[in-house]
């Protein structure tokens, strides 16, 4: 891991990605559900190559961030810059093409077709033929879906999936459903890839290869990845900054270790022996 550096915005990224423009920029970020703050007042800075936490009790908030930063929810106040641009009035699709991905808590596979057709789906971004060469199955058609299919299994062969690129996606284990997951998302051709509690389910075999596998994404493909997770051991063994949110504000910043030794974090989320989960 990169040192952590200060911009002179205060926020907190990767040295490397000093001299770059943040890909996800969060200012005052804030949304009521009628007369209850559910968050309030959030500020983050995210580098372009950064794996980043967001972590925090039940109930904090945690989800509703990641629905305001794909426009599931509008904000109530607040700006959300995504590689330099407004997301303010983007459609969640629109989003997806400006550069951000994510996936769920809950898998959301299209669970009857085969592996490959789930990733080619993320690949839509990609398309550049019309309807008339699809109806007509024009050359154009078929040069693009000769792209689609191997592009499609050149990603399932980062995560050792080629072979299964037949199966229905219904059919895999667990812990493969989830990577399926993350490599549909990564289809999208994503600036920031968001992961909402990826390792929920996984034993502790399946978390090492996830923690393996979200490097080897910010690495393959220089992209900045953001994620929630209750496993304190996959966040402060691979998130280089982390957030922590209480009551839908953010109560510390830093780095792992500071976040380890935070007396306010200590007391509100780990608990006072630090052994609490999240």
């Not at 205060?10 to 001299?19: M, S, T």
């Not at 109806?135 to 058609?141: E, S, T, V």
């Not at 299964?164 to 990564?186: F, H, N």
Request: glycine residues 8%.
């Amino acid at each position: 891991m990169d040192k952590m550096a200060w911009m002179p915005s205060n926020a907190l990224i990767p040295e490397r990605d000093l001299q770059k423009l943040p890909i996800l920029d969060i200012r005052h970020l804030g949304i009521d559900f009628g007369g209850l703050t559910a968050v309030d007042d959030f500020n983050l800075t995210i580098g372009r190559t950064e794996i980043a936490g967001l972590i925090g009790p039940n109930g904090a908030g945690k989800t509703t961030v990641f629905n305001l930063l794909t426009n599931v929810y509008a904000p109530t106040r607040g700006s959300i810059l995504l590689d330099g641009r407004s997301t303010a009035g983007k459609k969640t699709y629109q989003l997806n093409k400006m550069g951000i991905a994510r996936t769920f808590q809950n898998i959301r596979l299209f669970k009857a077709l085969t592996v490959e057709e789930n990733v080619q789906i993320g690949l839509h971004n990609a398309m550049r033929y019309s309807v008339g060469d699809s109806i007509l199955r024009l050359p154009a058609y078929w040069k693009q879906e000769k792209q689609a299919h191997e592009q499609a299994l050149e990603l399932l062969s980062i995560f050792d999936m080629r072979d299964m690129a037949s199966w229905k996606a219904g059919s895999l284990p667990y812990g493969a459903q989830r990577r399926l997951e993350i490599v549909r998302a990564l289809a999208t051709q994503p600036g920031i890839l968001l992961l909402d509690e990826p390792a929920a389910g996984m034993n502790p075999s399946e978390t090492a290869e996830l923690m393996d596998n979200i490097r080897k994404i910010r690495d393959t493909f220089q992209i900045a990845i953001m994620l929630i997770e209750h496993d304190m051991n996959l966040v402060m063994g691979i998130c280089e900054g982390i957030a922590v949110l209480n009551y839908g504000s953010i109560i510390a910043k830093g780095t792992p270790q500071e976040i380890k030794q935070n007396p306010v974090v200590i007391e509100a989320y780990l608990g006072k022996k630090g052994g609490a989960q999240a």
